[in-house]
């Protein structure tokens, strides 16, 4: 790997774990095998070092588009992560619900009561701030 690789690897890191939190990073990092390696380094230079990283959209704006597009991909464990990752970042449980109510209306309702139920089930789990 060149320099930029391993600059864009510890930018990518940084942005990972201020988003998702050190105990999932860790988690993640722990579960890693010889075949999920080359993806583990992917998503941390290109999805945190790279896109998440860039000055164009703030954190709180990324995690409520990632929330949508999950939404629509029906991606229920990522929902269930990003929503955690979109708390960290300052988004509230009313906007939270917000987007996704947004996302029923192009993606469809079942799409989004399953991304309510999800969110539901992680607020549940962590305390209202």
């Known amino acids: ?9 510890a930018t990518g890191m940084s942005v990972r774990r201020a988003v998702l939190g050190d ?3 860790d988690r993640a990092v ?3 095998t010889e075949f999920t390696a080359p993806f583990q380094d992917f998503i941390t230079r290109s999805a945190w070092g790279d896109v998440w990283a860039r000055e164009g959209l703030d954190r709180h704006t990324r995690s409520c588009v990632t929330l949508a597009v999950l ?5 229920e464990a990522e929902i269930a992560l990003h929503v955690r990752a979109a708390l960290r970042n300052g988004v509230t449980r009313e906007q939270i619900a917000e987007v996704l109510l947004h996302t029923a209306v192009y993606a469809g309702a079942p ?3 399953t ?3 999800v969110a539901q089930s992680v607020f549940d789990e962590e305390p209202a701030s």
């Open 71 to 75: 939404t629509t991909l029906r991606a």
């Open 1 to 9: 790997m060149n320099e930029s690789d391993d600059t864009r690897r």
């Open 111 to 113: 799409a989004a009561n």
């Open 23 to 25: 105990a999932h990073v």
């Open 30 to 32: 722990a579960a890693t």
């Open 115 to 117: 991304a309510f139920a």
